[in-house]
């Protein structure tokens, strides 16, 4: 069996699944802090039959969002610091606050990961205490990041050498193509990383007191959920999973695994597609005109008289409203409605994902086809290391792509791997499903 | 002279069946069995605009995997009536599937190399097919008792056992007969050039096996040289004479106002004296050369042979700004059956001259004569603008067609042609602001009343109004062109009734 | 002259994006962005051609990118003003105003940073009127102008300038350089005076950007804004089309690697057309059922039928309605001349443009 908790501060809210079937739910309010609140949950749904849960699965977006992000010194590694200020990259205004110390270091690679000029290691080596004085929290942006990671690595390297216990986050951990949209997310991941570390602790402890055997994970914004320890290193990927998760729920509830899913709610009408129950994903989250997030997550869009037809792939339209009396906007008819918290079930069922996105230089197609199988390989071994089943783990998505104009050896492999053994193993007795209120 | 014989032709549904192409997999099978005289394997779209009727064309590796040469392959295997083309195996082949399936040809794919399949199905071919002894005399009393162009040629292939007959005219085959040429020997023969159009040449292609030599083949062609040339000539006059009362009709047409007063009453008679049948019903075609093309005589009398092909007893008259013919139609035929009659016959040497063809709605009577040669005119002319060398036919296109277009007497004509009922009103200044108004305020009936500064209920009445005239306004599609039209309907009469013009001035001339 | 605003600046962009959907826009944006906050600490200056004395020094300014996205490796800013210094210093006199390389994108909108950097004015011409892939595509090489000397200027400050008579030749040149400057280089090429820009340059293009932004950018019915932004171009609407299927995969190269959409296959709302639209970097080809409709230089942009909004190709998918117009191209490249250097022969394809019957 599987637990879903949806943790706030000071609320909490958790469902327990036995396969696909929602046995309890739980919600707790008005506690005194995110902890008491989790533990309440747990307790709640601990009496209830805990010596079956094996996955606890935590969805931390709304925490994530909602907490004071911390300061963050930001290093920009390239081979010339900008002229004026009008070329400094722009961080988009939710982190612009918290660089509160910007720095650059003569470095980076081109896409080929050739070196454009030799890392200023030495002057850095001078520096580094003050430069990361009063700062717990490191990211560090350099240009090429995409092919090569080493310049940001010896960075970090130099920065641990003189205080072991700073975070540190780099731009080779996020695809993006542009150096903004990849300095925003490592700056953004780097100020949230003390908030991630401290879920992933708090939650473990309490998984474990109340459910020895579970194995506690986080539900990521693609739908899919990771081992509770990555929150700490890269709690970017957390901050915006519930799309996802309510597409991964309403799939399950509906029993269409593969289809567009069109949800109406009081405020929108959005639409998502699933492919095997998992959300089809974009590697960018979009701010109109500011810098984008490189975290991989559900591709969900707002539902227009124009939306596209897609004549062979089934659709569910499921009505959220509370209110149901008028009819559904864009003349849609609803095919399903649950008044269950979809995002939940969702979150208890993730499955175990992991994605492959690099640059490969190849030089003929035999080249091709082997970056493309060592990327679904690698893809693969990362799920089944963090528990899915070697047996079941597939290739959800393999894409490779160029740019326009671009240089013609140079591909970009992206891969999705997902664990696919059905969700929660023990099925429970019809008797023993009931509804818990704490 | 044993001649091939028709009874033991192929066709495409028995080579699949348990011929040379059962080894292919049929991507879309056409509506039609058709016939096989010839295969070809083509690497350049040159070629297949050469290909005889009833060829199966076959796209080499190199242009067969996949993307837009294979569109614009099936394009031209379609213009030259081929039987079929076979391209390689592509797991891409979704998009050219449709296209296939719009133009109702065969389309094959070939998980082999295509060029085997070629020779499998050559070789099928060359033993259906067999070559004869000819004799000289017999032929040229052959040739002199055919009556067209096309017949010549066709009684020359078949007496010179295969041969591709071709008579051009600066690279646009005017006439043709034989299956495609395979490499086997070509002869040429200029013709003696005659009144103005230009320079003419008879060319035969053997087929490789063929026993002829090309002094042989040239003592063939020089016999029939001369009824070619006479039945040409005798061709052209009867055209000219025919087509004056077609002429006369497009000065009633070229009278037509932009407020669709059609004909007066006297045109009737004067139509009808000119051989034009109030019991029938007509469809108007036009074709269109490009407006930098210099006008010449030749190319009238090219047209014309090209004309044969679609409508041999329609002449086609040479008008302002291109050619026009006015057929009869039946009423039970499907109004899309002339566009798509004239798209297989002539239009890819239609492409080649840049010419397009626009084809009219279809009416009965004669009253409406002159706005069916404009229907057809404006047809063409957007054709001339989006995609030179295609059929266009009004009745597709209808109020659509303005949005080719960039000048006011244009789209006032469009305007005249597709909205006769709000034309024709009193009260069209005020429907036509009413109509604008309420498209500008994103069909906001408050915003639109607002704007125009009256109630609301006033406007509804107005739409009921608008909608009585002919004007839709609930189809996505007709809302660009009917604002283009709009907009400038609401300047020509601002300007027609701040200045007064001359009604004559009115007149709409498309040039 | 004109003294642009930060409205002026932001239709600019739009216009620049309308003229080049295939590309993506991301770093015209980003310039857009970075002019606007600079406007207070200076002029951007629109001049018209015959406001330049016949003897003044011009000089085209361009991004020339190979395998890089500008965005991927933002520019430090310098590296224009570097760019002119060395042909001042090259041919021993002072530049008077700027134009950019093409009327479109990214090399459209960046001289106006050059040119508020520098307080030089920009000429409102350019030697495309459109975007095309190579520097020796211009009306100023249709018009014997020469094209070097060329600067050149990398990211990490690095710089040359090359005397080249070639174009094509120059083009080599600066490509195999640029490879090894990171990615992209800034350059400055075609200097020329004031009467070569006027007698084979393309004026009112900046402008033209301008007023296409502010159709765009209007809160408008689509329909209104088709309707004037075909008064303004001269365009048409090739059809409103719904997307089929979209095709990535390589034909023509050795390697069969993959590239970004090679092509998209509409279905016209109204007539049925089977609609193909062939991509190679640039849109190049046009197919109403298997016809040819349009073929480069012809420029297609692709709005979205319900906002009127430019799709760029990246945010093409399947099932979605699209309004496919097309705009011509300058006159100058329907000659025999233009379409050599720039019609369909040039990218590869054995076809006679459709506009061209000679």
């Known amino acids: ?438 | 002279m044993p001649s091939p014989s028709k009874a033991i032709r192929l066709d495409v549904a028995g080579v699949v069946a348990h011929g040379a192409l059962s080894t292919v997999t049929m991507l879309y099978a056409a509506s039609t069995n058709a016939v096989i005289d010839g295969v070809v394997i083509v690497s350049d779209l040159e070629t297949i605009k050469r290909v005889p009727p009833n060829t199966v064309v076959v796209l080499s590796t190199h242009v067969g995997s996949g993307g837009w040469q294979v569109s614009a392959a099936l394009r031209h295997a379609w213009e030259r009536r081929a039987s079929a083309v076979i391209i390689a195996q592509s797991t891409y082949a979704e998009s050219v599937i449709s296209l296939a399936e719009r133009l109702d040809i065969n389309l094959m794919a070939a998980e082999q190399d295509p060029s085997i399949i070629a020779l499998a199905l050559a070789a099928e071919i060359g033993a259906v097919k067999s070559l004869a002894e000819v004799d000289l005399a017999q032929f040229a009393r052959a040739v002199t008792k055919e009556t067209t162009v096309t017949t010549i040629l066709k009684t020359i292939s078949i007496r010179l056992g295969g041969f591709r007959l071709t008579l051009e005219h600066d690279g646009i085959v005017l006439a043709a007969a034989g299956p495609a040429a395979d490499g086997g020997p070509t002869v040429q023969l200029e013709l003696p050039s005659a009144a103005n159009w230009g320079q003419l040449k008879l060319s035969a292609s053997g087929p490789k096996t063929t026993e002829l030599n090309a002094l042989d083949v040239r003592t063939y062609l020089e016999v029939a040289v001369p009824s070619i040339q006479s039945v040409w000539m005798a061709g052209e006059i009867n055209d000219s004479a025919a087509s004056a009362p077609t002429l006369a009709l497009t000065d009633v047409s070229d009278c037509l106002q932009v407020d669709a007063q059609l004909a007066d009453k006297a045109r009737p008679n004067l139509l009808a004296k000119l051989g034009w049948h109030s019991e029938h019903s007509y469809q108007a075609v036009w074709i269109a050369h490009p407006a930098h093309q210099q006008h010449s005589m030749g190319r009238t009398a090219i047209l014309r042979l090209l004309w044969r092909k679609v409508a041999a007893r329609r002449p086609l008259a040479e008008v302002r700004g291109g050619w026009l013919s006015l057929i009869p139609v039946d009423e039970s035929e499907d109004p899309g059956q002339l566009p798509s009659r004239i798209g297989e016959k002539v239009s890819s040497s239609l492409a080649e001259l840049g010419f397009s063809v626009g084809t009219s709605m279809r009416q009965s009577g004669v009253n409406n004569l002159p706005a069916l040669a404009q229907q057809a005119r404006v047809a063409a002319d957007y054709g001339i603008r989006i995609a030179p060398g295609t059929v266009t036919s009004f009745g597709d296109l209808g109020m659509g067609a303005v949005t080719a277009y960039m000048d006011d007497a244009a789209i006032s004509l469009v305007a005249g042609l597709t909205l006769p009922a709000l034309m024709a009103a009193p009260d069209r200044e005020q429907i036509i602001r009413d109509t604008l108004a309420f498209l500008e305020h994103q069909n906001s009936m408050t915003l639109a009343a607002k704007a125009l500064n009256i109630h609301r209920n006033t406007l509804q009445q107005r739409i009921n109004r608008i909608r009585d005239v002919g004007i839709i306004l609930d189809e996505p599609e007709q809302i660009l062109p009917l604002h283009l039209i709009l907009t400038v309907l609401k300047r020509t009469l601002q300007g027609s009734t701040t200045e007064q013009k001359d009604p004559h001035n009115g007149t709409i001339h498309l040039t | 002259m004109r003294t642009l605003n930060s409205e002026d600046v932001r239709h600019f962009s739009k216009g620049a994006n309308f003229l080049a959907c295939h590309i993506d826009p991301a770093a015209v944006f980003a310039y857009e962005e970075m002019i606007v906050q600079a406007l207070p600490t200076g002029d951007v200056r629109l001049i018209n051609i015959d406001e330049l004395d016949p003897n003044d020094l011009v000089v085209a300014l361009g991004f020339v990118t190979q395998g890089l996205a500008i965005a991927d490796m933002p520019p430090v800013g310098d590296e224009f003003v570097r760019c002119i210094q060395a042909i001042e210093q090259r041919l021993g006199r002072k530049v008077s105003a700027l134009y950019s390389l093409a009327a479109g994108n990214i090399n459209g909108i960046l001289p106006l940073m050059t040119g508020l950097q520098t307080g030089l004015p920009i000429v409102d011409s350019d030697p495309m009127g459109r975007v095309l892939p190579l520097i020796s595509q211009t009306t100023l090489t249709l018009g014997g102008v020469r094209i070097s000397p060329i600067a050149v200027t990398g990211v990490t400050g690095e710089h040359s300038t090359l005397d080249v008579e070639d174009p094509q030749r120059a083009e080599t040149l600066v490509r195999s350089l640029v490879i090894e400057l990171g990615g992209w280089a800034a350059t400055a090429m075609y200097p020329c005076t004031g009467q070569q820009l006027a007698e084979h340059g393309i004026h009112g293009t900046m402008t033209r950007m301008i007023k296409i932004g502010e159709i765009l950018g209007a809160e408008e019915p689509v329909e209104s804004k088709y309707v004037q932004l075909m008064r303004l171009l001269n365009a048409t609407r090739v059809a409103r089309a719904r997307v089929k299927h979209m095709e990535s995969f390589s034909r023509d190269k050795a390697l069969g690697l993959p590239t970004q959409t090679t092509s998209l296959t509409l279905v016209a709302e109204q007539t049925g057309q089977i609609i193909r639209l062939e991509i190679g970097n640039e849109i190049l080809l046009v197919l109403v059922d298997g016809a040819v409709a349009a073929a480069v230089p012809d420029i297609i942009t692709l709005l979205s039928a319900d906002l009127g909004q430019v799709v760029n190709l990246d945010d093409v998918r399947v099932g979605q309605l699209i309004d496919i117009f097309l705009t011509p191209a300058a006159p100058i490249w329907y000659t025999e001349a233009g379409l050599n250097l720039a019609g369909p022969p040039a990218f590869g394809l054995q076809l006679q443009h459709p506009r061209c019957h000679a």
């Open chain 1, 1 to 438: 069996m599987r637990i879903g908790l949806r943790v706030e501060d000071g609320a909490c809210q958790g469902v327990m699944m036995a396969g696909q079937t929602k046995v309890a739910e739980v919600s707790t309010r008005d506690a005194a802090s995110l902890s008491d609140a989790a533990e309440q949950t747990l307790n709640a749904l601990s009496t209830t039959m805990g010596a079956n849960v094996g996955e606890i699965i935590v969805d931390v977006g709304r925490v994530l969002s909602s907490r004071p992000l911390s300061n963050v010194a930001v290093i920009r590694i390239s081979p010339r610091p900008p002229a004026d200020v009008f070329h400094t990259s722009k961080l988009p205004r939710i982190v612009e606050g918290i660089a509160t110390r910007i720095m650059h270091v003569r470095g980076g690679h081109d896409i080929r990961a050739h070196e454009l000029a030799k890392l200023d290691l030495a002057t850095f080596e001078r520096n580094v205490a003050s430069l990361v004085q009063g700062h717990r929290n490191v990211a560090i942006t350099a240009l090429g990041a995409n092919s090569t990671d080493e310049h940001e690595a010896r960075i970090a390297d130099a920065i641990l050498a003189h205080d072991s216990d700073v975070r540190i986050s780099i731009s080779h951990d996020f695809f993006a193509n542009a150096f903004r949209d990849r300095d925003f997310t490592t700056t953004l991941n780097s100020a949230l990383m003390e908030t991630g570390e401290y879920l992933a602790v708090c939650l473990e402890q309490l998984g474990h007191r109340y459910f020895p055997g579970a194995k506690v994970s986080f539900v990521k914004n693609d739908g899919g959920r990771a081992s509770i320890s990555h929150l700490a290193v890269r709690p970017v990927h957390a901050l915006h999973p519930e799309p996802a998760s309510q597409l991964v729920g309403l799939a399950l509830l509906s029993g269409q695994a593969d289809g567009e899913i069109i949800v109406g709610s009081e405020h929108s009408v959005r639409a998502g597609t699933t492919r095997d129950g998992l959300p089809t994903s974009t590697s960018l989250l979009r701010n109109v005109y500011e810098a984008s997030l490189a975290t991989n997550a559900a591709a969900i869009e707002k539902y227009t008289a124009y939306h596209p037809v897609q004549p062979l792939t089934p659709t569910t339209v499921v009505d959220l409203r509370l209110d149901r009396d008028g009819p559904l906007p864009f003349g849609l008819e609803p095919s399903f409605s649950t008044q269950d918290d979809a995002a939940l079930i969702g979150c208890a069922t993730a499955p175990w994902t992991a994605w492959i996105d690099r640059l490969e230089n190849v030089a003929s197609k035999e080249d091709l086809q082997r970056v493309q199988r060592i990327a679904e390989e690698d893809a693969k071994s990362i799920v089944v290391q963090s528990g899915g089943s070697p047996v079941l783990t597939r290739v959800m998505e393999a894409n490779s792509y160029a740019l326009p104009y671009g240089n013609p050896g140079i591909v970009r492999v992206r891969v999705q791997a997902a664990d696919n053994s059905e969700p929660g193993i023990t099925a429970l007795p019809a008797d023993c499903q009931q509804r818990v209120k704490a």
